[in-house]
């Protein structure tokens, strides 16, 4: 199976589709670590950008999964031993291309984004959500694949429904249903990341988990 | 410890070794789009063993790549099952995926390592590949591109393998090689099946035919001593030197039953390919 998700990361490098994801990230990075956040905000201006690269996230996902054309998938199937094999290898190397994405996100915000180096606390804080948020960015561009959403137009809207969504409800007081990234700011903001972190990351995690879920279940009849 | 290790490796070993050539079955196997689709397929049974090699025929649209799929574990059955696949499974699509940034030998390099190490060099010398070896896949015609999906699913000894038009634009010396792979494939075990409008496999001995009419799987008897002879051995005609070849044009949909009548007559009846005809 591994060599099956390097074969689908190396497509997706080879075709340059890539770049679509990667090249607004830069730009993302770039107008957010323009001006040094002041002290005692590091932990709000890492968090900003966990939550603003999900949807760079998603779309880099859904490019990866979409590069390997529909008679590829089948053959990749037969060739990996079945067709959930084929999947899980489809969503590692999801993961792999995203956390690489959301580490250079978290570097580039530690590197040049604070004024004043942050605690250990709010350092592993922010790699939490950096995590949470390559899941929710993995499970929304799944979710918007070709396999489940064969139109274009309908998928972008639908990737951009997903996160506009998280960013609504997740500012309501039933932000629990749904990935709270709203949530995960305003905490930020208030200097409670670390405190609230765990319960923010529950509900997060078991949203992310039942996305890929959903993705997995509805890939059983949609090859 | 030693010992118990040997004990693991023998049975991972016995155990590939049972489930790469075993006897496939279709048990009530209907399948359909949607819920309220018609049946594509409708209650298909049938028995697979080790060594059997099957001819799909069918109109356009019968569902025989339906059924290929449905074989190869790539689609789930509506109802009823598919049991006893073998473990290494070969599928060759009708058309092959050219739209990829590899080049040949960089594509089947990858697939080589998803198989976990097999080799396609000797399979691609085989169907004359050597010389494509770094061109990228967009630039290959569709029967060279059909080569490297034949050489994919070769590569790594599959205990079925599943053609879908294999004889679509290939040039006539790998056409005329495909019918000894087949027989190979099922020399060491393992079951073929192909959907195949040119009748390149209907010559070979034993072979099984089925075909799709009505959303049914229909199989036909084998030939027999009874059936009508093979005109050209009746005449004491070697082979193809000794024969005259004819073009015959026919109604699309009149395809399959012409060339139904003819290889009932005895002739070894098979339709040109795109290449051929222009």
């Known amino acids: 199976m591994i060599a099956l998700v390097a074969f689908r990361v190396a497509a997706y490098v080879r075709s340059h589709r890539v770049f679509q994801a990667l090249l607004p990230l830069l730009v993302l990075i770039s107008i957010l670590h323009a001006g040094r956040a002041p002290r005692g905000a590091e932990a709000a201006a890492l968090t900003d950008s966990a939550v603003l690269v999900i949807p760079l996230l998603a779309w880099a996902t859904r490019g990866l999964l979409d590069t390997e054309p529909d008679e590829q998938r089948a053959i990749s199937a037969t060739g990996v031993g079945g067709r959930p094999r084929e999947v899980a290898a489809g969503l590692l190397a999801a993961l792999v291309t995203c956390a690489a994405f959301a580490a250079l996100t978290l570097g580039s915000g530690l590197a040049l984004g604070l004024s004043a180096t942050p605690s250990r606390g709010v350092v592993a804080a922010a790699a939490v959500v950096h995590a949470l948020a390559v899941l929710a960015g993995v499970a929304l561009g799944a979710l918007t694949s070709r396999p489940l959403m064969p139109s274009p137009a309908y998928s972008i809207l639908a990737l951009v429904a997903g996160f506009l969504t998280m960013l609504l409800v997740g500012a309501s007081p039933v932000y629990w249903l749904t990935v709270p990234v709203t949530a995960w700011m305003k905490a930020a903001g208030a200097g409670r990341l670390v405190s609230e972190l765990p319960g923010l990351a529950a509900v997060s995690l078991a949203w992310c988990l039942a996305g890929l879920t959903v993705y997995w279940c509805l890939r059983r009849s949609r090859p | ?278």
Do not use: C
């Open chain 2, 1 to 278: 410890m030693g010992s118990i290790s040997i004990v693991r490796f023998f049975i991972a070993t016995m155990r590939a070794a049972l489930y790469r050539y075993s006897t496939m079955w279709l048990a009530q196997v209907s399948f359909r789009y949607r819920r309220r689709d018609r049946y594509v397929i409708e209650a298909a049974e049938a028995r697979l063993g080790p060594g059997d090699v099957v001819e799909l025929t069918g109109p356009n649209g019968a569902g025989k790549s339906t059924l290929l799929r449905l074989l190869a574990g790539l689609t789930r059955p509506t109802s009823g099952a598919v049991t006893g696949r073998p473990a290494v499974v070969g599928y060759v699509p009708d058309r092959f995926p050219t739209g990829q940034p590899f080049t040949v030998a960089g594509y089947l390099r990858h697939m080589a390592r998803v198989r976990g190490g097999a080799r396609w060099e000797p399979w691609a010398e085989r169907v004359g590949l050597d010389g494509f070896s770094g061109v990228r896949l967009r630039e290959l015609s569709k029967g060279t591109a059909h080569k490297v999906g034949l050489v994919q699913a070769l590569m790594a000894e599959p205990g079925l393998l599943v053609l879908d038009e294999p004889f679509a634009g290939l040039d006539r010396d790998t056409r005329d090689a495909l019918p000894g792979i087949v027989t190979e494939v099922a020399a060491r075990g393992g079951i073929v099946v192909a959907s195949d409008h040119q009748g390149g496999l209907g010559m070979l001995d034993g072979v099984r035919r089925w075909s799709l009419r009505s959303a049914r799987l229909i199989e036909h008897p084998p030939a027999s001593p009874g059936d009508p002879p093979d005109r050209l051995a009746a005449a004491g005609l070697a082979g193809p030197r000794d024969a005259v070849t004819v073009e015959v044009s026919v109604p699309a949909r009149e395809l399959d039953g012409f060339l139904r009548r003819m290889r009932d007559d005895g002739y070894p009846a098979r339709a040109l390919t795109e290449e051929e005809a222009t």
